[in-house]
């Protein structure tokens, strides 16, 4: 079989990330509001300060204003429930992000819980899952957001489709699960106690791994023609270089062969989640003010 289209999850992380500077600046000319987004960062983990940056980078690039609050690892929770009061508070802020994992004196879900719902740019809290699940409109955590946007540029609707996500975190696989279930797939959740994972994964038209296994999909656990959409971001040994890469749950190189189309990593999902951050975070500026999205989303 020839090989898989290849889904360009970086070019379209440019063309969104074009189309929301044009709403920043709509916002301005219009309405005189320039939407702000707040991340917090608690502690120094390496990984996080380089995902901080790129998001205070992009959230500037786009036109709105960024406010990084880095605080030390020892901070504790009261502290840090006391600067998203703050935030919650401040008119500036439209958005707030609090960057995951927090250490362990840290609670994430009382974090998560205390963000005002209207604010909570990564679509985590209990409020934005309930509407998420029950087809109200709320802020949409960004990563699947972005593999749904993904998907119905390249397929148009997916209505009656069989989709299946690998996969049930919180943050990934379960609102993946909701947003293809809203957009009318028929959808299986499989996880790690699922029977038979090859062959319920063989059953799907589109195929979304969130595991964080390097990559255990292969081709063989493809339907030919499927669409398979890679979430993982695992940081592997590279035996011919002696350094480390980057490689997703889906073995590219097999599953390539049999789909119709996938997602590379690094390049495909991995640009959409800060793109759709900024677009949450315009939306969010919306909202908050009674502001009709039409024409600015
Ligand atoms: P998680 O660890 O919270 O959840 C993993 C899920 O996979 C669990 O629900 C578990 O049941 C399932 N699972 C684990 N082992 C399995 C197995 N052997 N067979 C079947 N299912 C199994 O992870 P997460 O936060 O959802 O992230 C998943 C992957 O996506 C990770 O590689 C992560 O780095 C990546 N990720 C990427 C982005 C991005 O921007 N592209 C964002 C978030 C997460």
């Known amino acids: 079989m020839a090989e898989a289209t290849l889904i360009d999850g970086k070019a379209f992380a440019v063309t969104l990330r074009g189309k929301v500077a044009e709403g920043v600046a709509k916002l301005k000319a219009d309405h005189g509001v320039t939407p702000g987004l707040a991340v917090v960062l608690v502690g120094e983990d390496p990984a996080s300060q380089v995902y901080v940056r790129n998001k205070g980078k992009q959230t500037v690039e786009a036109g709105m204003e960024s406010f990084e609050h880095k605080l030390p690892a020892t901070t504790s929770q009261a502290e840090l429930l006391a600067l998203i009061d703050s935030l919650n508070k401040d008119d500036k802020v439209d958005g707030i992000l609090c960057q ?3 250490p362990d004196q840290i609670d994430g879900d009382t974090i998560i819980n205390a963000i005002a719902p209207e604010k909570d740019v990564d679509g985590f809290h209990v409020i934005n899952a309930g509407k998420l699940a029950t087809g109200q409109q709320g802020l949409v955590p960004c990563t699947p957001l972005g593999c749904l946007l993904l998907l119905k540029d390249h397929l148009g609707p997916l209505s009656g489709k069989s989709a299946v996500v690998i996969g049930r975190s919180n943050i990934v696989g379960k609102p993946m699960a909701q947003l293809l279930l809203k957009e009318s797939c028929t959808v299986t959740v499989a996880h790690s106690r699922t029977k038979d994972l090859p062959a319920v994964a063989r059953e799907a038209d589109i195929l979304v ?11 063989d656990w493809v339907k030919p023609g499927a ?3 890679d979430v993982g971001i695992n940081r592997v040994d590279n035996p011919e270089t002696g350094k480390t890469k980057l490689v997703g749950d889906v073995d ?16 495909g999902v991995g640009p959409m989640t800060i793109a759709c951050l900024l677009r949450n975070t315009l939306e969010a500026a919306c909202l908050r003010r009674g502001i009709p999205t039409d024409g600015i989303l």
């Open 100 to 102: 995951l994992p927090v």
């Open 209 to 219: 791994a969130a595991v964080g296994r390097p990559e255990m999909v292969t081709g």
């Open 227 to 229: 669409t398979v959409i």
């Open 252 to 267: 590219f190189a097999s599953a390539a062969q049999v789909a119709g189309a996938i997602t590379p990593v690094p390049g």
